[in-house]
């Protein structure tokens, strides 16, 4: 490999891929009470069964995002051993990981003049970055500079198309994402609220369907009407611990498309303290977002 590639634990990727690929996790931290807890540690799985518990319970999660210091070791110890490093960071729209990471990389250029750093805002979260960042590395394994990798990100990353619906609207009321009145009467009726990434990054409320079954269903219709080629592509779906509701999206993805390259994966506590359990997300290239 000719160089590394660092991204964050909001990538939400599994310890399969990270391993397959070779990649450098930087870990956000969540706190439940007093004790504080690492999103990501090397080899290890947390137990998320248990933490969408507590998240239904009510538990007030809150969130970090990256150690400089961390962050500056892990830069500094991959150019001390002569390699150049592309990171692909969480959106600067929902965390400061992003602006920590370019921090600390400035100041190495200095120290590592002879080295190439490139540090990418992915406008991305969860397993949206995380294709983003597979994306990137199979361009690597195919060849690819760092020059051109990165160009082929920067070039990209605004057709990674986010949809995603959440089962409870208390949480992305508690994260300000909708009003208490709209939480309230949404959950009353039955509401689910179908939202997107945008191109800055930031989450959007985009509609809304009667009912749960509905909503998944919209998300596949979005695919249809935004995806490139969809039956040729790699297709990542993220879950706050609800897989038989990512698993039915996919089943109707390979029935319009026949696609076999689906990842379901559950969404880091980090980004599930905001989006909250029963949250089902899907990933894809599109024309726009």
Known sequence: MNFEIVTDSSANLTNELID???LHILSLRFLVGDREYYSYVKGEENDLKKFYAMMRSKENVKTSH???ALCTELFEGLLREGKDVLFLGFSSALS?????AERAMNELREKYPERKMYCVDTL?????????VTYAAKKREEGLS?????RWVMDNRLHLCHWFTVDDLFFLKRGGRVNAATAILGSMLGIKPVLHMDDEGRLIHVTKARG??????????KMEELAI????QTIYISHGDCVEDAEYVAGLIRDKWGNRDILIHYVDPVIGAHSGPGTVA????????
């Open 146 to 150: 760092i020059d051109e990798t990165y």
């Open 282 to 289: 899907l990933f894809f290239m599109g024309v726009h977002r």
């Open 212 to 221: 749960r079954r509905a909503s998944l269903d919209m998300l596949v219709r």
């Open 124 to 132: 991305s979260a969860s397993l949206g970055q995380g294709l983003l």
């Open 96 to 100: 400061g990981t992003y602006e920590t």
């Open 66 to 68: 990256i150690s400089p």
């Open 229 to 232: 080629e969809p039956e040729k």
């Open 20 to 22: 397959r690929y070779g």
